[in-house]
């Protein structure tokens, strides 16, 4: 059985999902990010595990289910985040963000059987999912994130290494606006795509609260 990580920030306004303001304002940024967490979470708890961590730079908040070790962020990049988070796992891991709300149960549930690693890359050239048969937080550090490369450089350590990497599907983060709307339509019965609806259907001006 496999340590399902979930790293994430808390919804705060102003904290999360910034390039969606404009055209949504902070609020409704941390209540799309805030859906998009939920969303996330409860694929995670539907996936058999040895073990569920939310991973967190913040508070937990109501939009936290049960059965999740929560554990801080250390400080640094986020590539020393990420392999933070691997360091404490002492058996196969994978991990994922709080951008893909379009997740399921099946997608994450990973098996190690021939291969030593998953990789999950986004559509914007970086990564969703990363997978460790056996984790080691030195494959993370000192990858270049937020860049349309990150997941080349990322997958390409992972080769380097001599390890057996299983490519899993292509997904889309949420980044921006029009990344919502696509995500939305690929998961329209979620938290995610009803709390976009809301957004649209009262929207707020630009940096203002409800």
Sequence with gaps: MT?????A???LPGRVKTRLTPPFSPAEAAELAE??????????AATP?????LVLDGSPGPWLPPGFDVVPQCAGGLDLRLADAFARCAGPALLIGMDTPQVTPELL???FAGYDACFGP???????ALGLAEPDPALLRGVPMSTPWTGAVQRRRLVAAGLR?????RLRDVDTAADAVAV????PHGRFAARLARCAEHPCGPGTGR
């Design 3 to 7: 340590t399902l990580l979930v790293i």
């Design 9 to 11: 920030k808390e919804p």
């Design 35 to 44: 859906a998009a967490l939920a969303d996330t979470l409860r694929a995670v």
């Design 49 to 53: 595990a040895t073990r569920r961590v």
């Design 109 to 111: 549930t990973v098996d």
């Design 122 to 128: 986004a559509e914007d050239g970086g990564f969703w």
């Design 165 to 169: 990497v299983r490519e899993l599907p």
């Design 184 to 187: 939305a339509g690929r998961a």
